[in-house]
């Protein structure tokens, strides 16, 4: 049976589709949520989101971080406890398969992702355990996942994942070619705290809500990428700018290693993430999936939609390399054409940084 959230149960709530069925999308005011959730005027946001339809994997025993560290593209063996990362799973090619949230709480290493791939996961890590002392759990339906932008202060004893976006941390790398305190994710700290299933409802108290709309419009304004939206069976961590916080360029050998290096060093990523301003005159939101189009040819696709409380509509979008970064684009969905004004994520010549300048983009730490 698929997952619905308790807190569906609530006044007004309206369940999401696609990646976030079984939790609400609003509850009845999306704009007023996006704002609790946010913070404005100077105040930290109020709200908490239901993201209870994530999946968790909780790791256990004495070589757990060791042992993940040569799975992933991420360095974890002396992870500290409390200490949010990112780690990502790929294939030989350097194709992403999982994207992983992790933190460790001194005993166990939980990793929050998609609801779908818990169990892929699960079963993937313990076909790769051999010999060494570590246990692997898919717990998703005895743990929940609450996500808001400020500190929630009754809520400090839970463990909490902190998202490292947008810093680019030890031996990470930005492929964005704006300074990195100007990047919009640094209006966006955000926070996942694990939360026993059998408590979700308690633990909300009289704190409101907000659904997942608010949740991803803030994402796609700080043009953080996610698993399943910004991805497909192609995708590279170079396209997504995810070398900045989910890859360490100089940790031992990892499966896709070898891919990884060759197209920072000696390439470009094949497509780039970019930020869309959409044209709001048309009063709809085109669909996640739309063609995106420069003179008549396609040239990439939309990958998350969002009306912002402020900016209107957004979205992100995966479009060929060589596209004019000064180029007006159009998405077209099923013949609806919205204007889109482009916003560089990652660079038009990221990659290929042997023999480049020491202050061409970011170098590694």
Known sequence: ???LSPLLNRSGAVQAGGL???VAAHYGEPNREQRLLAGYLGKPGTAVVDLSHRGVVKVTGADRLSWLNTLSSQQVTSLPAHVGTELLLLTVQGRIEFDARVVDDGEGT???VERDEAQPLTQWLTSMKFMLR????????DWAVLGSVAEVPEWGQRLVWVDPWPKVGAGGYSYTAIAEESHPGFERPWREYLIPATELVDAIGTRPLAGVWAAEALRVAAW???RGAETDEKTIPHELDLLRTAVHMAKGCYKGQESVARVHNLGH???RLVFLQLDGSLHTLPAAGSEVVLDERVVGVVTSVAQHYEMGPIALALVKRSVDPDAVLSVNDDGEQYPANQEII???DA???VGRPSGFLRAPR
């Open 351 to 353: 990659g290929q940084v």
């Open 269 to 271: 990523p094949p497509r």
């Open 20 to 22: 976030d069925a079984g």
């Open 1 to 3: 049976m698929s997952y």
């Open 110 to 112: 939980w990793l929050i």
């Open 346 to 348: 990652v660079a038009t």
């Open 224 to 226: 953080r990428p996610r």
């Open 134 to 141: 570590v246990e692997v759990a898919d717990v998703s339906a």
